[in-house]
């Protein structure tokens, strides 16, 4: 049997199957101006392959679901709960063997008796077995000798969809039929998360199947004249080493308008940010911007001594190319990206704060008390090849970020409803707060709307929400006005900053520009650099703790862009900031009486990101 990890000990019996029909959404009030719904679209269980042999999870689809709406379930041995609820969960357990590993809790099951399994139950062989898997993958295997991996995907997968719809409750829990397809060509994430809209889901496009994105595409056209509508949202693009948006196909050729049209019916969003890095942009992608070195991380997930090539691995950067792409494409678009935030957690349990979380494994309840670091580097070191460097494991430890959030802008906290929000791309990433924002845009808005109490309907009536298209620009227009709104987390740091991100082309040239739109304290922008003052910084490393007494609770604001050619197509996007506040690495240390790491940064300034909003000129 597997050893123990720190994680869980393991032993839990194979998962039950949950069922339930799925509620009745028709009773389900809907707001007027949408509200925004906080949930988790990236979550492992022990129903992962990796999540079970190398962590040792223990929760399942079940547990994930209770935990993720605010019930207590067990963990470590104690009982622990989410801070607070979440309003959505879909649970993407990779498609890839799914359910298959953990039937090694069966000791007469195929696996555990195939040498492949003996081989995951021997302690000195189990790492080396398990990257054999991987390598395997990463070629477009991953078949196990003498398992019929086939019928058993196929009962866990049906034991995923009835837990998904047993944990539905329309108005107060919105639950996914998910998974994660596991692309990942010579150590190059191409990792996509497919999410239904519905309570039925065909058997998982797997990457053994293939680890071709254009084909899992054309998988899902075909499931959605099946009556099986899905959406795919990629992953992690810091890692795919300039893949995920390269400027040619899996074949090495051009993107042409078919693959674009392709790509863009079946991919509008990607995450932006997670617990394995932001992938928003990378410093020697954005040189001008000060705040693009955030939850770095720049190399390959599985090699951590090979760097990831900036170009055409961060969202930012896809943003310009979509935009030069459109122009060889007849307008077709094939990067035009919304933004989501998630966890990637591989526990079960999906938590977002900054002291509940305890670095690669997942995270915990704050009430509980946090495990051993030390213990965690101890078994980081026995489970991951350590490569050249003898410290890559514990670098590798500290550089996971806490959790990320998804927020959705929609009437109602149902699966059509959300699912809708994601179609539209009116969503929003955190870095783990509940940040609420909003970003308008319209030829026509009042420079003075944020005083009307009735400004959001406005705003909906006169321009076009996060993720929309403007429409085209009327003859007595000089630029486009954006509407730019922020609230801090009612629990959270007080907010920095508001700025509008924007890209665009010039002269055939992707060109980027930061604008502080409003600020914090009165603080102005400085004429002469175009930066603004810090806020400053409250925190007190010794205690791991902030204060308030900076900031802003709200900030809002009407802009207008000072550079706009109406020949230049471009996209727009919002970006809010927080105070700094301490960084979960520093809140553990303090907790367990350990010196600072001088690896990664002390403090963090939380922050989220909106869905863009595009301007295309009638001639492109």
């Given at each position: 049997?597997?050893k123990?990890t720190?994680?869980?000990a393991?032993?839990?019996?194979l998962?039950?199957?949950?069922?339930?029909?799925v509620?009745?959404e028709n009773?389900v009030?809907?707001g007027?101006?949408?509200?925004a719904?906080?949930?988790?679209?990236?979550?492992?269980t022990?129903?992962?392959?990796d999540a079970?042999?190398l962590?040792?999870?223990?929760?399942d689809?079940?547990?994930a679901?209770k935990f993720?709406?605010?019930?207590?379930v067990?963990y470590?041995g104690?009982?622990v709960?989410?801070?607070?609820?979440?309003d959505?969960?879909?649970?993407?357990d990779h498609s890839?063997n799914?359910?298959?590993?953990?039937?090694?809790?069966?000791p007469n099951?195929?696996?555990?008796?195939?040498?492949?399994?003996?081989a995951?139950q021997?302690?000195k062989?189990?790492?080396k077995?398990?990257?054999?898997?991987?390598?395997?993958l990463?070629k477009?295997g991953?078949?196990?000798?003498?398992v019929?991996?086939?019928a058993?995907?196929?009962s866990?997968w049906?034991?995923e969809?009835?837990?998904?719809?047993?944990?539905?409750?329309p108005?107060?829990?919105?639950?996914?039929?998910?998974?994660?397809?596991?692309?990942?060509p010579d150590?190059?994430n191409?990792?996509r998360n497919?999410?239904?809209?519905?309570?039925?889901?065909?058997?998982?496009f797997?990457?053994i199947?293939s680890?071709?994105?254009e084909?899992?595409w054309?998988?899902?056209e075909?499931?959605?004249k099946?009556?099986y509508e899905?959406l795919a949202?990629?992953?992690?693009?810091?890692?795919?080493?300039g893949l995920?948006?390269?400027?040619?196909?899996?074949n090495?050729?051009?993107i042409?308008?078919?693959y674009a049209?392709?790509?863009a019916?079946?991919?509008?969003?990607?995450e932006?940010?997670?617990?394995?890095?932001?992938s928003e942009?990378?410093p020697a992608?954005?040189?001008?911007?000060?705040f693009?070195?955030?939850e770095f991380y720049d190399h390959?997930l599985?090699n951590?001594?090979?760097?990831?090539?900036?170009?055409?691995s961060?969202?930012?950067?896809?943003l310009?190319?979509?935009?030069?792409?459109?122009?060889?494409?007849?307008?077709?678009n094939p990067?035009?990206?919304?933004?989501v935030g998630a966890?990637d957690f591989?526990?079960?349990?999906?938590?977002?704060a900054?002291n509940?979380?305890v670095?690669t494994?997942?995270g915990?309840?704050?009430?509980k008390?946090i495990?051993?670091?030390?213990?965690?580097r101890?078994?980081?070191k026995?489970?991951?090849?350590?490569?050249?460097?003898?410290?890559?494991a514990?670098?590798?430890?500290?550089e996971?970020?806490s959790?990320?959030l998804?927020?959705?802008?929609?009437?109602q906290n149902?699966?059509e409803s959300?699912y809708?929000g994601?179609?539209?791309?009116?969503t929003f990433a955190?870095?783990?707060?509940r940040l609420?924002?909003r970003?308008?845009?319209g030829?026509?808005?009042e420079?003075n709307?944020?005083?009307?109490?009735?400004?959001i309907?406005?705003a909906?009536?006169n321009?076009?929400?996060?993720?929309?298209?403007?429409?085209?620009?009327?003859?007595?227009a000089?630029?486009?006005?954006?509407v730019?709104?922020?609230?801090?987390d009612?629990n959270?740091?007080n907010?920095?900053?508001?700025?509008?991100?924007?890209?665009?082309l010039?002269?055939?040239?992707?060109v980027?520009?930061?604008?502080d739109?409003?600020?914090?304290?009165?603080?102005k922008?400085?004429?002469?650099?175009g930066?603004a003052?810090a806020?400053?910084?409250?925190?007190?490393?010794?205690t791991a703790t902030?204060e308030?007494?900076?900031?802003?609770?709200?900030?809002?604001?009407?802009?207008s862009?000072?550079?706009?050619?109406?020949a230049q197509?471009?996209?727009y996007?919002?970006r809010v900031?927080e105070?700094?506040t301490p960084r979960?690495?520093?809140?553990?240390?303090?907790?367990q009486?350990k010196p600072?790491?001088?690896?990664v940064?002390?403090t963090?300034?939380?922050r989220?990101?909106?869905s863009?909003?595009?301007y295309t000129?009638?001639k492109i």
């Amino acid at each position: 049997m597997i050893k123990k990890t720190l994680a869980v000990a393991i032993g839990a019996a194979l998962i039950a199957s949950a069922t339930g029909s799925v509620a009745n959404e028709n009773h389900v009030s809907a707001g007027p101006n949408r509200e925004a719904f906080y949930g988790d679209l990236h979550l492992h269980t022990n129903y992962s392959f990796d999540a079970y042999v190398l962590f040792g999870a223990k929760a399942d689809p079940n547990d994930a679901y209770k935990f993720a709406r605010g019930e207590a379930v067990d963990y470590l041995g104690e009982k622990v709960k989410r801070h607070e609820p979440l309003d959505f969960l879909a649970v993407t357990d990779h498609s890839e063997n799914i359910g298959v590993f953990n039937t090694l809790e069966d000791p007469n099951s195929q696996l555990s008796q195939s040498d492949f399994g003996k081989a995951l139950q021997d302690d000195k062989e189990r790492t080396k077995t398990f990257l054999k898997l991987v390598g395997s993958l990463r070629k477009g295997g991953g078949g196990i000798p003498g398992v019929d991996s086939k019928a058993l995907s196929e009962s866990a997968w049906q034991r995923e969809i009835n837990a998904a719809n047993a944990h539905y409750q329309p108005g107060k829990f919105t639950t996914f039929v998910a998974y994660e397809w596991t692309a990942m060509p010579d150590g190059q994430n191409l990792h996509r998360n497919v999410i239904f809209k519905g309570d039925k889901a065909p058997n998982p496009f797997t990457a053994i199947d293939s680890d071709r994105p254009e084909d899992l595409w054309n998988f899902l056209e075909k499931s959605r004249k099946e009556g099986y509508e899905a959406l795919a949202i990629p992953h992690n693009s810091n890692a795919s080493n300039g893949l995920l948006f390269d400027w040619l196909d899996s074949n090495g050729r051009p993107i042409d308008q078919a693959y674009a049209e392709l790509r863009a019916s079946n991919e509008p969003l990607a995450e932006i940010s997670q617990n394995k890095g932001a992938s928003e942009t990378h410093p020697a992608l954005s040189p001008n911007d000060e705040f693009a070195k955030f939850e770095f991380y720049d190399h390959l997930l599985v090699n951590p001594d090979k760097k990831s090539k900036p170009e055409g691995s961060y969202v930012r950067d896809a943003l310009g190319r979509g935009l030069a792409l459109a122009k060889r494409a007849n307008g077709v678009n094939p990067f035009k990206y919304g933004v989501v935030g998630a966890t990637d957690f591989h526990n079960g349990l999906t938590t977002s704060a900054e002291n509940a979380f305890v670095g690669t494994f997942g995270g915990i309840d704050p009430s509980k008390n946090i495990p051993n670091v030390e213990d965690f580097r101890n078994r980081l070191k026995n489970l991951l090849p350590a490569g050249p460097n003898p410290n890559t494991a514990d670098t590798s430890y500290l550089e996971n970020g806490s959790g990320n959030l998804t927020g959705i802008w929609a009437e109602q906290n149902t699966r059509e409803s959300l699912y809708d929000g994601l179609r539209r791309k009116e969503t929003f990433a955190t870095s783990g707060t509940r940040l609420k924002f909003r970003f308008f845009s319209g030829w026509e808005i009042e420079n003075n709307i944020l005083k009307d109490k009735q400004w959001i309907q406005k705003a909906y009536a006169n321009g076009v929400p996060m993720g929309g298209d403007l429409p085209q620009k009327p003859a007595s227009a000089k630029a486009p006005k954006f509407v730019v709104w922020g609230q801090k987390d009612p629990n959270g740091a007080n907010l920095d900053r508001l700025q509008v991100v924007k890209v665009w082309l010039h002269e055939g040239k992707q060109v980027e520009k930061i604008f502080d739109i409003a600020l914090s304290d009165q603080r102005k922008v400085n004429s002469k650099t175009g930066l603004a003052p810090a806020v400053g910084n409250t925190v007190n490393l010794a205690t791991a703790t902030y204060e308030n007494s900076i900031g802003a609770t709200e900030l809002g604001s009407v802009w207008s862009d000072p550079e706009f050619n109406p020949a230049q197509p471009a996209a727009y996007y919002l970006r809010v900031l927080e105070i700094p506040t301490p960084r979960w690495s520093t809140i553990l240390a303090v907790k367990q009486g350990k010196p600072l790491s001088d690896l990664v940064p002390a403090t963090i300034q939380e922050r989220g990101w909106s869905s863009p909003i595009w301007y295309t000129p009638a001639k492109i």
